[in-house]
């Protein structure tokens, strides 16, 4: 099987990562990017590092025209974009992978209240397969449209659903501290992620109103068969890419540290992209940076009887691009590492 693809949004930081990451995909071609507000310009203009490897001109965005050169989109398009395009694209035939949030929530109405804005294609917010690889690869695999999951979302997760869908942690305490680069916040300038505004400088960001919190929520409600909720708290830190998401759990019996990292283990036995580390180290976001990996570290405090659950990602890769491409591997057939071997740069 061969796939020609196009990506929307192609001139932000998830397509620039999707571009990437599909030149290097032997069973892809690339046959088009779009982009509404930089239409007409060369990739390389945007991206000099494209230079003598793909020099493309982006396009308008015309329903007519795209479908014709296409098997399957990826929506790297800002939240509130996708949910009036992927529908017209899905009646004529083109699989969808959307990493943005208008398909991630089940419910229009909780849609509306996080993301600000009427959900016109309910009916497709049921059909979407959430795309959390190691977790929901069957709907996946079986699937026309694809929602990616968010950055954070992915971190915590990943870190989560081997305890709760187990049982083995309380669902009234979960605490989420999660950390992100800047590059979360997109390439568009804004005062909040300013030089002067992130340099030599930590800050915490919309808690209690972050349009990730219902979707983790739903998530951990899906694996648990019984309602959750978190405390979830984000915090913009002064570099480019990673998520580091620190959680805090009560265990509902006592437990050893080994005897946590061996459940992880046997979860994410054949998930290639989630690594376990070994009892008393952590990770850290240089060390995922670059890749599609997932690093998860454990502690059980024996004194108070908590565990805390370390995870951390490359938010443009595995929290977007990498996941996207792991989505296309896993809804084609095709092994899901293919395009995605890239070893973590360091330092």
Request: aromatic share 8%; with cysteine.
């Amino acid at each position: 099987m061969y796939l020609h693809v196009g990506i929307i949004g192609a001139n932000g930081y998830s397509g620039i990562e999707l571009i990437r990451h599909i030149q290097q995909h032997p069973n892809v071609t690339l046959n088009l990017i779009v982009s509404n507000s930089t239409s007409g310009k060369l990739i390389t203009e945007l991206y000099p590092h494209l230079q003598n490897i793909y020099e493309e001109q982006l396009q308008t965005l015309d329903v007519e025209s795209i479908a014709d050169q296409v098997d399957l989109l990826f929506f790297a398009t800002p939240s509130r974009v996708s949910k009036d395009w992927i529908p017209a694209f899905m009646e004529k035939g083109i699989k969808c992978i959307d990493l943005s949030g208008d398909f991630r929530l089940k419910s229009a109405a909780d849609y509306q209240k996080w993301y600000k804005a009427e959900h016109t294609n309910g009916a497709y917010l049921q059909e979407a397969a959430y795309g959390l690889c190691e977790v929901f690869a069957e709907d996946i695999a079986q699937s026309k449209l694809i929602a990616n999951p968010g950055c954070y979302p992915t971190a915590a997760l990943l870190a989560l659903i081997p305890m709760v869908e187990q049982k083995l942690v309380s669902t009234n305490s979960i605490i989420i501290d999660g950390k992100s680069g800047a590059s979360g916040a997109g390439r568009n300038p804004s005062l909040a992620t300013h030089f002067g505004e992130i340099n030599e400088n930590v800050k915490a960001y919309k808690l209690g109103q972050h349009q990730h919190i219902p979707e983790i929520e739903q998530v951990l409600s899906e694996v648990n068969g019984e309602p959750v909720q978190v405390t979830f708290s984000t915090h913009l830190i002064p570099m480019t890419r990673g998520i580091l998401c620190t959680i805090y759990l009560d265990l509902l019996e006592e437990k050893t540290t080994a005897d946590i990292l061996s459940v992880y283990e046997n979860y994410y036995e054949g998930a290639p992209f989630v690594r376990v580390r070994p009892e008393g180290t952590w990770p850290a976001t240089k060390e995922v940076y670059g890749s599609n990996f997932c690093d998860i570290g454990v502690l059980v405090d024996e004194r108070t009887g908590k565990l805390t659950v370390v995870s951390v990602i490359d938010n443009v890769v595995k929290g977007a691009s990498g996941q996207a491409i792991q989505n296309m591997n896993l809804l084609c057939g095709w092994d899901i590492q293919t395009g995605l071997n890239q070893i973590p740069v360091y330092p």
